[in-house]
């Protein structure tokens, strides 16, 4: 299994900042994933970030408002630009076990991020 | 494309009694099912899948799930639940010849009162 760490855990943000959320993994791993989970909704898929070329992101989200860097197999950010209310959420990475790839995935335990 | 469908918002039960956690899903091909399950404040942990075999699927702390491909379901069972198994549960489903990204459902909150 793979251990993932997120930071920050939890913030608080003022309208029209920005944020970056780190995503450090303790073993290399080829595929991983920001979703974002809205209250009461499903978890919504972002972007896969790639290692070494731009990510590829999901209808509805573009790079402006939510760049993504993959420096490297075990690092990745989600930096949340410009921010507003609406984008109040929990902003999870995860990334793919080792093996044959079935669509399970390992997540980190989140950052909740509260825009006022 | 695929979906997933989760009939319950929010399950209330008493401690010991069972709870089954509904799940339906929506796709023209062969799938591979999931259920994960979300403590607060932590994030997302696989309790169960189905990939091939056998339709009942034994996961962790004591759940099951029963795939029925007739009825497109994969419903979320525990003969006795405990006060901690307050918690968000997602089904989800990926496609084994797309892509694999799973697509999850809006969740269940599972609370247990004493």
């Known amino acids: 299994s793979a251990v993932i760490s997120q930071k920050p855990s939890r913030d608080i943000c003022q309208r029209g900042t920005s944020l970056t959320i780190q995503c450090q993994v303790d073993?290399?791993?080829?595929?991983m994933f920001w979703y974002r989970q809205q209250p009461g909704q499903s978890l919504t898929l972002i972007a896969t970030?790639?290692?070494?070329?731009?990510?590829?992101?999901e209808s509805g989200f573009v790079i402006d408002k939510f760049p993504i860097s993959r420096p490297n197999l075990t690092f990745s950010t989600l930096t949340v630009s410009n921010m507003s209310p609406e984008d109040s959420s929990i902003y999870l990475c995860?990334?793919?076990?080792?093996?044959?790839?079935?669509?399970?995935?390992?997540f980190g335990e989140g950052s909740r991020l509260t825009v006022l | 494309a695929q979906s997933v469908t989760q009939l319950d918002s929010q399950v209330p039960v008493f401690e010991e009694a069972p709870v089954e956690l509904r799940c339906n899903y929506s796709?023209?091909?062969?799938?591979?099912l999931f259920w994960y399950v979300q403590y607060p404040n932590q994030g997302l942990q696989l309790l169960l899948k189905?990939?091939?075999?056998?339709?009942l699927v034994k996961g962790i702390n004591g759940f099951e799930a029963e795939f029925n491909k007739s009825q497109t379901s994969f419903h979320l069972r525990k003969p006795s639940v405990h006060i901690s198994d307050t918690a968000e549960y997602f089904c989800?489903?990926?496609?084994?010849?797309?892509?694999?990204?799973?697509?999850f459902g809006r969740g269940t909150s599972l609370i247990v009162h004493p």
């Open positions: 995860s990334v793919v076990p080792p093996g044959l790839y079935t669509g399970e995935l390992f």
């Open positions: 073993s290399q791993v080829t595929m």
């Open positions: 970030a790639n290692q070494g070329s731009e990510a590829t992101y």
């Open positions: 796709s023209s091909v062969s799938v591979y």
């Open positions: 189905y990939l091939s075999g056998s339709t």
């Open positions: 989800a489903v990926s496609d084994p010849r797309g892509s694999y990204i799973p697509t």
